[in-house]
């Protein structure tokens, strides 16, 4: 392929040329080398795709700006696919040829682009805290999304005027071509170029949009998070995406959670996991300590004798189910902790405590033992 010419070069503008100047060159130039005018020359066919290509991205705001900074490496080699219909001027390849025979007379449509048009859904991840998830929460987020220009009633016409009918496709977005194949004559159907299936064409543009028809704007939502949501998952607001085209439904809103962790607690599906350090002492001799819970501290009896990794359940006192709203249950892991540093009369006391004692009552120590012997007997 030969390489490519700059766009502006393409359609004969300088680079700082208005919105305006561009439509004018394009016009001109597309109805210079337009098929229709121009039937069986090959080098009007490839000036005109050229034009097309060229217009496709320098009339679109942010693609232009990217092929003033990277050039045609912007695109990648791939500039004509935002084009709706370039495709369709795949003349004599096979696979063209193939698909227009087998569509039957009248060849490939297009999607009607003149037509009403959802407005696009929107991703928005929202953090929240693991309270929140637990009892669910109100929260309000801002959002950047378009809305209709108020100014022009979303037209892009300036007030007052209105956009023309487009003479190329006489406003119905799509022009006709014929394409001579060795099975014949076929009609073709494309996106009309002009009016870029808009069927219409605006001549005097709304100053507040610049002919968009639409603004991008900060708009607040305030969002219902119900109890018991969990990481990851999505609460959809039908209608609150970007507006519709031509009277097209509006997008929706998606919110996907993320849950920040909590200092205490983790969460297993809809039960809350906690680790509570205890003392030898407390372990021993049992006690009376302070649980936290989702709804605040808690008494509760630890029986004497409480191993290190003992787990005890709080039935209830996890998260509520989404849908049932039936509380998980809490459980609670004591640890039991050794001192690391001791004062000299508490270590008195505790080799007394360990003369006295020996074995006694150690159960797992005294099991663990007759094992060693086991194993290792003759
Ligand atoms: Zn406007
Ligand atoms: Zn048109």
Redesign the pocket.
């Known amino acids: 392929m030969a390489e490519k010419r700059d766009y502006y070069e393409v359609l004969g503008i300088s680079k700082s040329a208005s919105n305006d100047e561009i439509k004018k060159a394009y016009r001109k130039l597309a109805k210079q080398y337009h098929p229709d005018m121009n039937p069986g020359n090959k080098e009007a066919e490839t000036k005109f795709k050229e034009v097309n290509e060229a217009y496709s991205v320098l009339s679109d705001e942010q693609k232009r700006t990217n092929y003033d900074r990277f050039g045609h490496a912007a695109f990648d080699g791939s500039a004509g696919a935002g084009f709706g219909g370039f495709d369709g001027f795949g003349f004599g390849g096979l696979d063209d040829l193939f698909e227009t025979f087998m569509g039957g007379f009248g060849g490939r449509t297009r999607t009607k682009r003149n037509g009403p048009q959802r407005g696009n859904d929107l991703q928005y991840a929202l953090q929240i805290s693991f309270e929140e998830a637990a009892f669910g929460a109100e929260k309000e987020i801002s959002i950047s999304r378009l809305q209709n220009?108020?100014?022009?009633?979303?037209?892009?016409a300036k007030p007052g005027t209105s956009a023309e009918t487009c003479k190329h496709c006489q406003g119905t977005g799509q022009v006709r071509y014929t394409q001579s194949t060795a099975f014949g004559q076929f009609v073709n159907v494309k996106t009309c170029d002009a009016c870029r299936g808009e069927g219409k064409i605006i001549t005097q543009p709304?100053?507040?949009?610049r002919?968009?028809?639409r603004?991008s704007k900060n708009s607040r939502i305030s969002i219902n998070i119900p109890a018991g949501i969990d990481e990851g998952q999505t609460i959809s607001l039908r209608g609150e995406g970007e507006p519709g085209l031509r009277g097209g439904p509006s997008g929706d809103l998606y919110v996907t959670i993320h849950i920040r962790p909590h200092s205490v607690f983790k969460r297993e599906g809809y039960d809350v996991v906690c680790d509570v350090p205890i003392s030898f002492a407390q372990a021993a001799l049992g006690a009376e300590i302070d649980i936290p819970t989702l709804d605040g501290l808690l008494k509760y009896n630890i029986p004497e004798g409480t191993q290190t990794g003992t787990v005890f359940k709080l039935k209830g006192k996890g998260i509520k189910h989404l849908r049932s709203g039936i509380r998980g249950d809490e459980y609670i892991r004591v640890n039991v902790e050794v001192p690391v540093k001791m004062p000299q009369k508490q270590k008195e006391l505790l080799r007394q405590f360990a003369e006295a004692s020996g074995d006694e009552g150690l159960e797992q120590k005294k099991g663990f033992f007759k094992k060693m012997k086991d194993i290792f007997k003759e």
Do not use: D, L, R, T
């Not at 220009?149 to 892009?156: A, K, L, R, T």
């Not at 709304?206 to 949009?209: G, I, L």
């Open positions: 220009c108020s100014v022009c009633n979303g037209s892009g709304c100053e507040s949009c002919g968009k028809g603004i």
